[in-house]
């Protein structure tokens, strides 16, 4: 077991709502992570969280939004939903330090469908 | 940029024949490589690491791989195939010691054991 839980496990919104998916990371970590997995596709790196500040982001609208809280757990928000949000959105928690960081270790999912 | 290729969507063996799925990377640092595998509805599961320490990387489940720096190549073997080796399995590439871990992923190989 990673210790990485998600909640909820799926959800069906409809286009136009706004989502809130959450995140408990590891024990011990301070980082996390999370990825956009189309149906067939690898996973697409969102944004990162380091400390409760964004330390990465990739190729996303601003209507991806994100929170880490000072437990490291963390949330994505989702606004204006589209039906290509439709996804499985994986939490990935990692601890960075000053003289090592660790690989990351990934949650279950949340399966979102946009209708 | 850092970014990983992998060739074949799908690759089909019989029970106890050799797995071999092919990784290429391409990164203008050092890299980090990584497998990860994810069985249906699941998140991804960690087999095994590359952070420039030994080119042959043993992993989880019998899996191993080589990092060949002259062939940019991080591929996944397993002497015998099981079937319960079914599932999809995903190459990642990070930045290597110093960089902040967010792996880029390929677009995953579906493993299909035949009896």
């Known amino acids: 077991e990673t210790g990485v839980t998600q909640s909820p496990t799926h959800l069906i919104k409809t286009r136009g709502q706004q989502v809130t998916l959450r995140c408990s990371s590891q024990s011990g970590h301070n980082t996390v992570s999370w990825y956009q997995q189309a149906l067939g596709q690898g996973p697409q790196f969102i944004f990162q969280y380091y400390r409760e500040e964004e330390n990465g982001r990739g190729n996303f609208p601003p209507r991806f939004s994100g929170l880490q809280f000072p437990n490291y757990s963390s949330e994505l928000n989702v606004n204006a939903l589209e039906l290509d949000d439709s996804a499985l959105y994986l939490c990935?928690?990692?601890?960075?330090?000053?003289?090592?960081?660790?690989?990351?270790?990934f949650g279950q999912g949340t399966r979102l469908t946009v209708v | 940029a850092q970014s990983v290729t992998q060739l074949g969507s799908h690759v089909s063996v019989s029970e106890g024949a050799l797995v071999l799925l092919r990784c290429n990377y391409s990164?203008?640092?050092?890299?980090?490589l990584f497998w990860y595998v994810q069985y249906p509805n699941q998140g991804l599961q960690l087999l095994l690491k590359?952070?420039?320490?030994?080119?042959l990387v043993k992993g989880i489940n019998g899996f191993e791989a080589e990092f060949k720096k002259s062939e940019t190549s991080f591929h996944l073997t397993k002497p015998s195939a099981h079937m319960s080796d079914a599932a999809e399995y995903f190459c990642a590439v990070s930045k290597g010691a110093g960089g902040s871990y967010i792996p880029t992923f390929g677009r995953g190989t579906s493993l299909i054991v035949h009896p």
């Open positions: 590359y952070t420039s320490a030994a080119t």
């Open positions: 990935a928690s990692s601890f960075q330090g000053a003289r090592m960081n660790t690989e990351a270790f």
């Open positions: 990164s203008s640092v050092p890299p980090y």
